[in-house]
Structures are given as C-alpha cells and as structure tokens.
C-alpha cells in the first residue's frame, strides 16, 4: 500500500505521464510485478496515462510445456517418486495432473525446493526419486549447487529451467504487438545483472527498465521508460539499485555455467526458442532424468501435446490477450477449477486478475 509520501510521488509521476500525452504498450516478464499492478491498481492507473501494461512469459511454471507435464506423470505412472512446487503439482495435463495423480496412490511429494528431494531421496533409498526443476535464472543457481555436491544415487532432476533475454527476442521476432519497451524482471536481474538485456535496445531499439516490485517501482520504471521514450533512446536502465548490480552475481552465474549448457527449447505458448533452456552438461548426467530414464520416456515419444481446449495461457503468455478476454476466464476456468497453468501459478496473470479483479 501508498503512504502518504509514496502517494504525493505517484500523482505527481501520473500527472507528468498525462500531460506528455503518450500511448505506449509495455511489457514485464515477472509474475511479481503483475501481482504489483493488479492488487494495487497500477494497471487502471497506467490506462488512464495511455500506457498499457501486460505481462509476457514471466512465470516458470505457466510456461513450462505440456510435454514436460506428460514426462513427470509418465515417471510416477512407471513407479518413481515424483518431486517438485506445489503449484506445478496442480497443473494440468492432458488427462491427469500430478495431483490427481497422488489422489489415486502415485507417489508425488510436494517440496518446496530441491534440498527437500534430495532429503527424501536419502530417507527413502529403495525409491528413486525424481524432482522437477522449474524456473529462470532466479531458481537456477540452487539446482545447480545441490547438484554440485555428492549426491544419493537413487536421485536425479527433470530440467525444465530457462533463461529470460531469449524469450524477449522471440516476443519481437514473431512481430505480433509492438512493444515500446520492456520492464525486466527484479529477482532474474539479481543473478544476470545488466549485460544480457543490453542487445534487445541495441538491436531492436527498445527501451528497457529493471525495476524492484513496489508500487512506486514499477511507477519508477514506468517514468523512466516513457523518458527514454521521450529522448528518442534505448538502453538498459536499472531503477532496482538497491539489489541489482551491474554484474549481477558472479558466483551464481558461475554455478550456472558449470552446471548447465544452453539448449533450444519450445515454452508454452511459444515454438522453439533458440538456446533458451538449461540442460545438465554431460559431467552431470548421472542426475538427468531424461537420460536415466531414457527407455521409459520413450511412451512419449513422437506424441504431440495440445493446449487444454479453450485455453488461452499462450496468448496471454505472448502479451496477445488480458486473462479477462479469455472465454473461459471466471467460468469454466477458476482457481479451484483450473484449466490452464496461468489460473494455478500464483504468478500467473489469470490466478493474479482472479484474485483481485475478477470477472468485470
């Protein structure tokens, strides 16, 4: 919430943004910022400016594809003990989730981290234990340090972690909405720092802003891209000082690298996207699920995997659509009555609108 003085800041932002008479569509890519927006009501204040704001691809477990979905259920189908956040338990797949799964006596354990596997994988040494990675460079660096350390042998991960600046590359390559400038990610920012983002303004003149998750952040954020704007430049701004650094951290990109090779890899709501995903180098790959249980995956070989019907994650994931302009959005489609992934993440746009707008 405002205090008094955050509010003098905020009208006094807004009404500068009124009299410069823009209109302009932003996008952010974290699942906290529209938290931010949405519980607050910056998105109907930034309306009112003529400045749009949606959010892109910016929660892990909304793009995390329905393949990776069939993988973790077809393990615990083949009796393996099957591990991860208990927002991913509940995402559906194409019949089951993994909650419904461990309703009819398969083994999946929510955890809430990887050190919560491994622990189970030390306790239950006649079961192979399995945990799905899900997350962007934020969650990558403990994977990578858990995997680092001698571990039980009857463990190993599923990866479906990615990185964030191919994503954004893909959003402006497939030209489906103009973007006037991106709002990056606070936590993401804390590992990678600045550089990464530094050739989206080069090479598609797009302005750029990593902000923190208050309020006035984001209204920070706001103003600094909209002056960008107004000076005719694009570069990489950082309004999140306090955590960010230029550098980022050294040590956790370090654990990354050591750990993990880019791959190309498909996200929800997206086609391939070129080295966009994490996959165990070869050093490690007596902890890769797909290569350990490489003969069992192979149900899966060949088989497509769809959206659930009538589910718009996709679109929303790409900035096409608001939750709200999805049919099923409040209706078919609840928290308790999930369809897609973006109703159960609590980073997801449609769970976030649910929850604080609803259905106008």
């Given at each position: 919430?405002?205090s008094?003085?955050?509010?003098?800041?905020?009208?006094?932002?807004?009404?500068?943004?009124?009299k410069?008479?823009?209109?302009?569509?932003?996008?952010?890519?974290?699942?906290?910022?529209?938290?931010?927006l949405?519980?607050?009501?910056?998105d109907?204040?930034?309306?009112?400016?003529?400045?749009d704001?949606g959010?892109?691809?910016?929660?892990?477990?909304?793009?995390?594809?329905?393949?990776?979905i069939?993988?973790?259920?077809?393990?615990?189908?083949?009796?393996k003990?099957?591990?991860?956040?208990?927002?991913?338990?509940?995402?559906?797949?194409?019949?089951?989730?993994?909650?419904s799964?461990?309703?009819?006596?398969?083994?999946?354990?929510?955890?809430?981290?990887?050190?919560?596997?491994v622990?189970?994988?030390e306790?239950?040494?006649?079961k192979?234990?399995?945990f799905?990675?899900?997350?962007?460079?934020?969650t990558?660096?403990?994977?990578?340090?858990?995997?680092?350390?001698d571990?039980?042998?009857?463990?190993s991960?599923?990866s479906?972690?990615?990185?964030?600046?191919p994503?954004l590359?893909?959003?402006?390559?497939?030209?489906?909405?103009?973007?006037?400038?991106?709002?990056?990610?606070?936590?993401?920012?804390?590992?990678?720092?600045l550089?990464p983002?530094?050739?989206?303004?080069?090479?598609?003149?797009?302005?750029?802003?990593?902000?923190g998750?208050?309020?006035?952040?984001?209204?920070?954020a706001?103003?600094m891209l909209v002056h960008?704007?107004?000076r005719?430049e694009?570069?990489?701004?950082?309004e999140?000082?306090?955590?960010v650094?230029?550098d980022?951290n050294?040590?956790?990109?370090?654990?990354?690298n050591?750990?993990f090779?880019?791959?190309?890899?498909?996200?929800?709501?997206?086609?391939?996207i070129?080295?966009?995903?994490?996959k165990?180098?070869?050093?490690?790959e007596?902890?890769?699920?797909?290569?350990?249980?490489?003969?069992k995956?192979?149900?899966?070989?060949?088989?497509?995997?769809?959206?659930?019907?009538?589910c718009r994650?996709?679109?929303?994931?790409?900035?096409?659509?608001?939750?709200?302009?999805?049919?099923?959005f409040?209706?078919?489609?609840?928290?308790?009555t999930?369809v897609?992934?973006?109703m159960?993440?609590i980073?997801g746009s449609?769970?976030?609108e649910?929850?604080?707008?609803?259905?106008?």
């Open positions: 919430m405002f008094l003085r955050d509010k003098k800041i905020a009208n006094e932002i807004v009404s500068k943004i009124k410069m008479d823009v209109n302009l569509k932003f996008m952010h890519v974290c699942g906290t910022h529209q938290d931010t949405v519980k607050n009501g910056l109907v204040l930034f309306r009112e400016c003529s400045i704001i959010q892109g691809p910016g929660c892990p477990v909304c793009v995390t594809t329905p393949r990776e069939e993988e973790m259920l077809l393990l615990a189908r083949k009796g003990v099957v591990t991860t956040f208990g927002d991913m338990i509940q995402v559906p797949g194409e019949k089951y989730s993994l909650q799964m461990r309703t009819e006596g398969y083994d999946v354990q929510m955890v809430y981290g990887i050190e919560d596997a622990n189970l994988a306790n239950r040494k006649d192979d234990v399995v799905m990675a899900v997350g962007f460079e934020t990558a660096p403990t994977t990578a340090s858990v995997l680092i350390k571990l039980p042998s009857n463990f991960i599923l479906c972690h990615r990185i964030i600046p994503a590359k893909a959003i402006l390559d497939m030209g489906e909405l103009k973007i006037d400038g991106f709002i990056e990610p606070g936590h993401v920012s804390t590992i990678i720092g550089k983002y530094e050739f989206i303004s080069k090479d598609y003149d797009v302005p750029q802003v990593i902000a998750f208050e309020p006035l952040d984001l209204l920070m706001v103003w960008q704007i107004q005719g694009a570069a990489v701004e950082n999140y000082v306090r955590a650094k230029e980022g050294i040590k956790a990109q370090m654990a990354i050591e750990v090779e880019l791959v190309d890899v498909k996200w929800r709501g997206f086609p391939v070129p080295k966009s995903g994490l165990l180098r070869d050093k490690f007596d902890y890769d699920a797909r290569k350990r249980y490489e003969d995956l192979q149900d899966l070989s060949g088989k497509e995997f769809n959206e659930p019907a009538g994650c996709g679109e929303v994931l790409r900035g096409l659509i608001s939750s709200q302009e999805c049919p099923l409040g209706n078919k489609c609840t928290p308790s999930p897609g992934p973006c159960v993440s980073e449609c769970s976030i649910y929850r604080y707008a609803k259905k106008q």
